[in-house]
């Protein structure tokens, strides 16, 4: 039965087609649809009149309200296009309104345009002074864009305007991480896990919390858990209905249909770690298909795994919803989601549920979280007994599903000629600490170990990834303050894959950091015959690199407690014996490894994939 208003809309549009020009009526049913939420048809009736009534603010007013709304609505469906241009048409009759502003620049960003998104921040922000979301969206663009000291006012800026806006303070703790400033470090830790146990709705980001020190395996939990109902509790509901529309996954008929979701199918640390797995899958039994939602870069990276796949979708300019119809309509069985929750996250495809089982794997170091009707995102995390111990599990959302080696590698990394030490600013005769990982990474209380091996050790340097100008900075001051010359720092510029592997040939010790370890870089090195020193945690990421070095039956490199790290390292520097010993040990176990082995991990992980499906089944 139609309503009062449905029949009041159809007198209107009845009116309209005898007289097509009949203002008062075209009105009347612009208004008609705005209550009935039908919005598209809505904008349709106040287009025709804006033409008409050029100057009539009420009628542009109408409209643009309706353009924002279904801006709101594209964007909530991952429609960002669509809701760029609805917030852009807003702005040709707004040009002031800080609102459309904001919303646009949000749109903008999630299609990767970040200087667009810059300029519609600041747009906002001039229209709007005192909207702490803007500074923090414009905190959030420049941070991408590398800006990161920008970055950092402009958070600041968000939490002078806003002192409750939680997630800019996280991302403001983040960034100084990652430009090495640890002024009020350990006060801003403790408040934010403070935030994570008591405000569920704090939007506390899941990977920064990661690598903030003294956090726990349960707080991480909680913080997933948190993130996972604040950010897809609305998809999760909404699975009945999606199935309804057509996701409607099938269990495996011949072969095992593995799909793997990724933002990462380029010149990645991710792309140098599976390529090889990909390759090597047995074709006989599975059908290997690859959803890629990032960034084309054309390097033969990208050109390697298309062809690795049986099938290469990319998905990236569909909404979530669309690209969780793709993965049903190609019956995918298990979806792997390698990006998990960092910055190119697209977790709402997976919370779609568009394949019977979930599983999270290598992107985020940690579990994905549960709902709040005790329904995790993900069915299973692919990890080690080492890294989760049997008596962790409590602390995952997720199922236990245990590999071999939790990493996969590929022996077909390329290497440069080695360069000279002259041409990589190291002296010729120096002992040399190195370590790769990025600088959030380095932590104060880890740095100052380092600080102390350098002054133990005559004539050591430590050889550091240049991330960004700050960080350089930052470090170089921490150092003097510990009594290190400036040029007992070395910092390595970027460069390709094949340069940076053949430079580990000047490293005679890589020491890793604590609470998130070297991952992808822990593994070049061992690549490289290089001996990595880490220090195990009790979290995910604190316990990667021991991970490694177990499968490499290298635990003599493996300490729990920085005491003896620090002893270890000094142990090591001043017997050149032992780690030559080392070196020859890791290249004789190097290519029978777990870690290295990556036949052996394809073999596993198919397993692993059949016991998934078996369970289900039953």
């Given at each position: 039965?139609?309503?009062?208003?449905?029949?009041?809309?159809?007198?209107?549009?009845?009116?309209?087609?005898?007289?097509?020009k009949d203002l008062e009526a075209q009105i009347n049913c612009g208004n008609l649809c705005v209550e009935l939420q039908r919005y598209e048809e809505a904008a349709g009736y106040f287009r025709r009149l804006v033409r008409i009534l050029k100057t009539n603010p009420h009628v542009a007013y109408a409209l643009c309200y309706t353009l924002q709304?279904?801006?709101?609505?594209?964007?909530?469906?991952?429609?960002?296009?669509?809701?760029?241009?609805?917030?852009?048409?807003?702005?040709?009759?707004?040009?002031?309104?800080?609102?459309?502003?904001?919303?646009?620049?949000?749109?903008?960003?999630?299609?990767?345009?970040?200087?667009?998104?810059?300029?519609?921040?600041?747009?906002?922000?001039?229209?709007?002074?005192?909207?702490?979301?803007?500074?923090?969206?414009?905190?959030?663009?420049?941070?991408?864009?590398?800006?990161?000291?920008?970055?950092?006012?402009?958070?600041?800026?968000?939490?002078?305007?806003?002192?409750?806006?939680?997630?800019?303070?996280?991302?403001?703790?983040?960034?100084?991480?990652?430009?090495?400033?640890?002024?009020?470090?350990?006060?801003?830790?403790?408040?934010?896990?403070?935030?994570?146990?008591?405000?569920?709705?704090?939007?506390?980001?899941?990977?920064?919390?990661?690598?903030?020190?003294?956090?726990?395996?349960?707080?991480?939990?909680?913080?997933?858990?948190?993130?996972?109902?604040?950010?897809?509790?609305?998809?999760?509901?909404?699975?009945?209905?999606?199935?309804?529309?057509?996701?409607?996954?099938?269990?495996?008929?011949?072969?095992?249909?593995?799909?793997?979701?990724?933002?990462?199918?380029?010149?990645?640390?991710?792309?140098?770690?599976?390529?090889?797995?990909?390759?090597?899958?047995?074709?006989?039994?599975?059908?290997?298909?690859?959803?890629?939602?990032?960034?084309?870069?054309?390097?033969?990276?990208?050109?390697?795994?298309?062809?690795?796949?049986?099938?290469?979708?990319?998905?990236?300019?569909?909404?979530?919803?669309?690209?969780?119809?793709?993965?049903?309509?190609?019956?995918?069985?298990?979806?792997?989601?390698?990006?998990?929750?960092?910055?190119?996250?697209?977790?709402?495809?997976?919370?779609?549920?568009?394949?019977?089982?979930?599983?999270?794997?290598?992107?985020?170091?940690?579990?994905?979280?549960?709902?709040?009707?005790?329904?995790?995102?993900?069915?299973?995390?692919?990890?080690?007994?080492?890294?989760?111990?049997?008596?962790?599990?409590?602390?995952?959302?997720?199922?236990?599903?245990?590999?071999?080696?939790?990493?996969?590698?590929?022996?077909?990394?390329?290497?440069?000629?080695?360069?000279?030490?002259?041409?990589?600013?190291?002296?010729?005769?120096?002992?040399?600490?190195?370590?790769?990982?990025?600088?959030?990474?380095?932590?104060?209380?880890?740095?100052?170990?380092?600080?102390?091996?350098l002054n133990a050790v005559p004539n050591s340097v430590l050889w550091l990834l240049d991330c960004n100008v700050w960080a350089k900075q930052n470090l170089i001051r921490e150092a003097k303050l510990a009594g290190v010359s400036a040029d007992k720092l070395i910092f390595a510029p970027r460069m390709s894959i094949a340069e940076h592997l053949?430079?580990?040939?000047?490293?005679?010790?890589?020491?890793?950091?604590?609470?998130?370890?070297?991952?992808?870089?822990?593994?070049?090195?061992?690549?490289?015959?290089?001996?990595?020193?880490?220090?195990?945690?009790?979290?995910?990421?604190?316990?990667?690199?021991?991970?490694?070095?177990?499968?490499?039956?290298?635990?003599?490199?493996?300490?729990?407690?920085?005491?003896?790290?620090?002893?270890?390292?000094?142990?090591?520097?001043?017997?050149?014996?032992?780690?030559?010993?080392?070196?020859?040990?890791?290249?004789?176990?190097?290519?029978?490894?777990?870690?290295?082995?990556?036949?052996?991990?394809?073999?596993?992980?198919?397993?692993?994939?059949?016991?998934?499906?078996?369970?289900?089944?039953?």
């Amino acid at each position: 039965m139609q309503t009062s208003n449905e029949q009041a809309l159809k007198q209107y549009q009845q009116a309209l087609l005898r007289n097509p020009k009949d203002l008062e009526a075209q009105i009347n049913c612009g208004n008609l649809c705005v209550e009935l939420q039908r919005y598209e048809e809505a904008a349709g009736y106040f287009r025709r009149l804006v033409r008409i009534l050029k100057t009539n603010p009420h009628v542009a007013y109408a409209l643009c309200y309706t353009l924002q709304v279904l801006g709101n609505q594209s964007h909530a469906q991952g429609r960002y296009a669509m809701a760029e241009a609805y917030f852009a048409e807003a702005l040709q009759h707004q040009p002031n309104n800080a609102v459309h502003w904001y919303n646009r620049g949000n749109a903008q960003r999630e299609l990767g345009q970040a200087k667009a998104a810059l300029e519609s921040f600041k747009q906002a922000i001039k229209f709007d002074p005192n909207d702490a979301d803007a500074y923090n969206n414009l905190g959030n663009v420049q941070r991408e864009l590398g800006l990161l000291d920008s970055a950092i006012l402009s958070y600041e800026t968000a939490l002078k305007l806003n002192p409750k806006l939680y997630h800019a303070k996280v991302h403001l703790v983040h960034q100084k991480q990652h430009i090495c400033d640890w002024q009020g470090l350990e006060a801003d830790v403790a408040e934010i896990r403070h935030w994570v146990k008591t405000i569920p709705q704090a939007q506390i980001s899941p990977f920064a919390f990661l690598a903030m020190p003294n956090t726990t395996a349960e707080e991480q939990k909680i913080c997933a858990n948190n993130w996972v109902n604040n950010r897809y509790a609305g998809l999760i509901a909404s699975q009945a209905e999606a199935k309804h529309a057509g996701l409607k996954p099938n269990l495996p008929k011949t072969k095992i249909k593995v799909g793997y979701l990724s933002a990462d199918f380029r010149l990645h640390p991710l792309a140098f770690l599976i390529s090889e797995l990909i390759e090597l899958h047995n074709r006989s039994t599975f059908e290997i298909v690859a959803f890629s939602y990032g960034v084309n870069d054309k390097t033969s990276a990208r050109a390697r795994l298309e062809k690795a796949f049986d099938a290469f979708y990319d998905i990236s300019n569909l909404s979530d919803f669309e690209a969780a119809q793709k993965i049903a309509t190609c019956e995918i069985d298990i979806l792997v989601d390698l990006t998990g929750f960092t910055q190119t996250s697209r977790t709402g495809i997976a919370a779609l549920r568009p394949a019977p089982i979930n599983v999270n794997w290598l992107g985020f170091a940690g579990t994905m979280g549960i709902t709040s009707i005790d329904k995790p995102l993900f069915d299973y995390i692919l990890t080690d007994a080492f890294i989760t111990p049997p008596e962790t599990a409590q602390y995952y959302a997720e199922k236990l599903a245990i590999l071999p080696c939790y990493q996969p590698n590929d022996s077909k990394r390329p290497i440069d000629k080695t360069p000279s030490r002259t041409a990589c600013n190291l002296p010729e005769s120096a002992f040399v600490f190195c370590c790769f990982n990025q600088t959030f990474k380095i932590t104060p209380e880890v740095f100052a170990v380092w600080m102390r091996l350098l002054n133990a050790v005559p004539n050591s340097v430590l050889w550091l990834l240049d991330c960004n100008v700050w960080a350089k900075q930052n470090l170089i001051r921490e150092a003097k303050l510990a009594g290190v010359s400036a040029d007992k720092l070395i910092f390595a510029p970027r460069m390709s894959i094949a340069e940076h592997l053949a430079r580990h040939a000047h490293a005679d010790l890589f020491l890793d950091t604590l609470p998130y370890n070297a991952h992808t870089t822990c593994s070049d090195a061992l690549w490289m015959n290089v001996p990595v020193l880490t220090c195990v945690g009790n979290t995910f990421s604190a316990r990667v690199a021991g991970s490694l070095l177990n499968a490499l039956n290298l635990n003599e490199l493996i300490t729990y407690h920085l005491q003896d790290y620090e002893n270890k390292a000094i142990y090591l520097a001043n017997n050149k014996q032992e780690l030559l010993e080392l070196q020859q040990k890791i290249m004789q176990n190097k290519m029978h490894s777990a870690l290295f082995d990556t036949q052996r991990l394809a073999k596993s992980l198919e397993k692993v994939f059949e016991n998934m499906l078996a369970e289900k089944l039953h």
